[in-house]
């Protein structure tokens, strides 16, 4: 079951998406949240930054 403490509303509503091609899988969330306001965003998804470099 999901926490929805964080959520504006308590009938929030969270979707999960999962997609098989032959190479990879490709997984997608979205929710009806308000979001992240745009002068926050880079702050947020920088940890998903990488360190190695797809190359080595």
Do not use: L, P, W
Not at 5 to 18: L, M, Q, S
């Amino acid at each position: 079951m999901f926490n929805y403490e964080h959520h504006h509303r308590d009938d929030g509503k969270i979707t999960i998406f999962a997609e098989e091609s032959q190479e990879f899988y490709r997984f997608s969330v979205a929710d009806d949240g308000m979001g992240i306001a745009a002068e926050h965003q880079e702050k947020v998804f920088t940890i998903f930054h990488t360190i190695a470099s797809k190359t080595t």
